[in-house]
């Protein structure tokens, strides 16, 4: 997959997180779907990093550039708190992982969706961040490629 | 090839971090649960909207105020000066929960009744869901059998406010009718 495919992947994943973040402005029915929606690109996005994740994690203990390391932790924060908001978006959405009748599911599954929705919020925010320069680097390409034609290089990992 | 190998791979260890994840937050809220820490701490959990599902706090802090129309949220006005130390606005009207308690007059059987935040001996506007009967603190159980397990905090004896004449409410008040 070409860079620029997997940046539009990406930024069509991120918008569609930030609306589904935001289930008083879409709905939540649009905000269920949304959610739902969103498991595959994630999951895509996941497995197309999954060789650097790997390698990343094997070297964890060993040599391993700083920035990866941080970049590793956050995604490992990303990772575990989307997990757990779709988990817990499931338990208390009514009729689907919780009884149709409110009030039946612990309050703790709700700290959790909240919680967990606003921490992978800021952990995409910080994630964007680290991998600005594959995004910035990717963006230009795509800009200059239209008036000069130039070998393809995108293969570097964001 | 190897991006379906690797997408089973992710999907797998997905599942496994999602089965853990769900095991650990039901024994966490059991644990919660056992120790009676829900009562004690003060959490402000027991809202939440009908309409999104997420936390009365939550839902209030994305708009920053409670909502003067229906907007989907459930607010939370909290009000430290006033006697009255929670307003409840419904989410499909915008009234006060004493307002639509008015409507509907005296709790329900079984109502359980208690003062917000706890300030004994002040006197206080029951904020009683009409549909259950339950305390406003713990509304989320409007739909459903009363009082959730974990909503109990701590209050003295309260005085249910009157009737109010000439309330009228408006349509869709799914959390309150």
Known sequence: MSAKARLALDA??????????????????????????????????????????????????????GVSRIQ???DAVLFISVVACCVSGVVVTPGLGAPAVLGTVPGIWYIVHSFTADL???????????????????????ITAQRLVRPADSRVHP | MRILRNLLMVSAVTGIVAMGLY???????NGL?????????????????????????????????????????FADARRPSSAQSATLVCPATGCSAATCHATTGEPAP????????????????VQVCP????????????????????????????Q???????????????LWQ
Request: aromatic share 6%; charged share 10%; proline share 8%.
């Open chain 1, 12 to 65: 069509a994943l991120f918008l569609a997180f930030i609306a589904a973040y935001n289930p008083v402005a879409t709905g939540i029915p649009v905000h269920i779907w949304l959610s739902f929606a969103i498991i595959l690109p994630a999951l895509l996005h996941l497995s197309l990093n999954w060789e650097w994740v790997v390698y990343a994690m094997s070297r964890l203990a060993g040599k391993l550039h």
């Open chain 1, 72 to 74: 590793l932790s956050v």
């Open chain 1, 120 to 142: 992978s919020t800021i952990a995409i925010v910080v994630h964007l961040a680290l991998h600005w320069r594959w995004i910035a680097g990717v963006v230009r390409r795509a």
């Open chain 2, 23 to 29: 095991a650990g937050i039901n024994a966490l809220g």
């Open chain 2, 33 to 73: 649960d056992a120790t009676g820490l829900y009562a004690s701490s003060q959490l402000p959990t027991k809202l939440v909207c009908p309409a999104t599902g997420c936390m009365a706090t939550a839902c209030h802090g994305m708009t920053g105020s409670p909502p003067p129309s229906s907007t989907g949220q």
């Open chain 2, 110 to 125: 079984g109502s359980r009744t208690r003062a917000p935040g706890g300030q004994s001996g002040m006197p206080s506007t």
């Open chain 2, 131 to 158: 549909a259950t009967g339950c305390a406003a603190t713990s509304c989320h159980a409007t739909e459903g059998n009363g009082r959730p397990p974990h909503s109990g905090r701590g209050g003295g004896p309260v």
């Open chain 2, 160 to 174: 249910v406010q009157p009737e109010e004449e000439g309330d009228e409410e408006p349509e869709g008040n799914a």
